[in-house]
């Protein structure tokens, strides 16, 4: 019904999820700091979307390269990939995207330079199909630790707009849906950017699935009166220990969940995995613009001249994760073995 992000004749096309649900815009860009500025921008976000985004950005970047020659064309080459790791700190899809697509660039060089730009714009297309596959993947696994007639609360968006399709922890609800359960879904708002309320409420609109919107410090009150069932959100970057970055207010949701006895499930792909950091204390939190807290929709909604923090990002600690959801299966603690044993299979 939407793309998200598309590679369409030598450009990148992509909602722009800064104006959505109001108007559904698509934006087209042509070189690779278009496609750097709407990752940091946030006209694309949620990690494997972002990945993929990235991908592609890099692969623009090589085509509009001059250099004939492998030795100038790779140095040109490193500056775009450059550019795209600049753009965001926290979502490790990102990064492993751009390594990817370097890998193929190093691994082809005696393809000759035009050879290479081709053979990298297939990368990013081939990047993009298989994120699509690898959600399919996690929404099947998911769906079935979901029980019938059960209701999920999610936080920000991990749906079809945080990826290349289908998505991570909305892709649970649809898998588990597919497989014939009837699935309620609570989103949360998820201040200051309301990915809860802009994107979720009105990706799973769209695909009429029963949704209903609370502001974030309603969640605690919701699962008091017994109304969830689990918890399913998504990821930016799990650390080798289990620990888990994703949007803030995730701690705060996980701990409500522990305290309800609700569980809580991650849902990520492998490329969200990073073995090499080794808990969370040590992933990297983006803070954003003062702005995004301070205004609404550009309208100031906070005194002038007020003190703002604005960290993009928390970590929720292992213990609190009930299950990690990715496209190999569901892997439980002890989470240091499981997710290192994932990359050996």
């Known amino acids: 019904m939407f793309k998200t992000v598309e590679w369409k004749n030598n450009t990148v096309v992509m909602i722009d999820q800064r104006v959505l649900p109001d108007r559904e815009v698509y934006n087209t860009y042509r070189d690779c700091k278009g496609v750097a500025g709407a990752i940091k921008d946030m006209v694309v ?13 890099v692969a623009l970047g090589a085509l509009k390269i001059k250099a004939r020659d492998m030795k100038a064309f ?27 697509m370097k890998r193929v660039a190093s691994d082809n060089e005696g393809l000759g330079v035009e050879s290479l730009k081709k053979r990298l714009v297939a990368e990013a297309r081939e990047i993009h199909r298989d994120d699509i596959e690898i959600n399919r993947r996690i929404g099947k696994f998911g769906g079935n630790l979901l029980k019938d007639n059960s209701t999920v609360l999610t936080h920000c968006n991990a749906g079809a707009l945080a990826t290349a399709g289908y998505g991570t922890a909305l892709g649970v609800i649809r898998g588990a849906i597919e497989g014939g359960k009837r699935v309620a879904v609570y989103a949360d708002e998820t201040r200051p950017f309301l990915q809860g309320a802009r994107l979720t409420a009105w990706e799973l609109k769209k695909d009429k699935i029963d949704v209903t919107l609370i502001t974030d410090n309603m969640a605690g009150y919701i699962m008091k009166k017994g109304l969830i069932d689990a918890v399913v959100v998504g990821a930016d970057r799990i650390a080798a220990n289990g620990d888990v970055a994703n949007k803030i207010g995730t701690y705060t949701v996980a701990l409500l969940a522990k305290e309800h006895g609700i569980p809580f499930y991650v849902a990520a792909p492998l490329s969200t995995i990073d073995l090499n950091i080794k808990h969370g204390d040590n992933i990297p939190i983006e803070e954003r613009d003062s702005t995004e807290v301070t205004h609404l929709k550009g309208k100031r909604i906070a005194p002038k001249g007020i003190s703002v923090r604005n960290p993009a990002f928390d970590v929720t600690p292992n213990r609190l994760v009930t299950g990690i959801i990715t496209e190999k299966g569901v892997v439980r603690r002890p989470y240091a073995n499981g997710l290192k044993a994932l990359f050996s299979k």
């Open 45 to 57: 976000r949620g990690a494997p979307a972002i990945g993929v985004a990235a991908a592609m950005g």
């Open 74 to 100: 790779k140095k040109e080459f490193d500056k775009v990939a450059k550019l795209l790791a600049s753009t965001r700190p926290t979502a490790v899809n990102l990064f492993w995207a751009i390594e990817r």
